[in-house]
C-alpha cells in the first residue's frame, strides 16, 4: 500500500505553502491552488508531506493510504 496527498477542495483556499513544502510532488495552477499527481508518494518523502499536511493553514491537504484494489480474475 502507498500513500497520496489528497486536497480537500472545499478547504483548499490557495494560499500555496504546500507546493512551497514539496515542489517534486505539488504544483500551482494559474490561480495558486495545488496541482497533484495523484501518484504514490516515495516513502522518504512521507515525513515531509504530512509536515506539509500539518502546516496548511486551512487543513486542506490530507496524505492518505490508497488501497489495494483486487485483481479481477478471467
Given at each position: 500500500?502507498?500513500?497520496?496527498?489528497?486536497?480537500?477542495?472545499?478547504?483548499?483556499?490557495?494560499?500555496?505553502?504546500?507546493?512551497?513544502?514539496?515542489?517534486?510532488?505539488?504544483?500551482?495552477?494559474?490561480?495558486?491552488y495545488?496541482?497533484?499527481?495523484?501518484?504514490?508518494?516515495?516513502?522518504?518523502?512521507?515525513?515531509?508531506?504530512?509536515?506539509?499536511?500539518?502546516?496548511?493553514?486551512?487543513?486542506?491537504?490530507?496524505?492518505?493510504?490508497?488501497?489495494?484494489?483486487?485483481?479481477?480474475?478471467?
Open positions: 500500500m502507498g500513500q497520496r496527498i489528497d486536497i480537500d477542495w472545499t478547504s483548499c483556499q490557495g494560499h500555496g505553502l504546500c507546493a512551497e513544502l514539496l515542489p517534486e510532488h505539488i504544483s500551482l495552477d494559474e490561480w495558486g495545488p496541482l497533484v499527481a495523484g501518484t504514490p508518494l516515495p516513502a522518504h518523502t512521507v515525513k515531509r508531506a504530512r509536515r506539509a499536511a500539518a502546516d496548511c493553514p486551512v487543513l486542506a491537504l490530507k496524505v492518505t493510504v490508497e488501497e489495494r484494489k483486487p485483481h479481477p480474475r478471467s
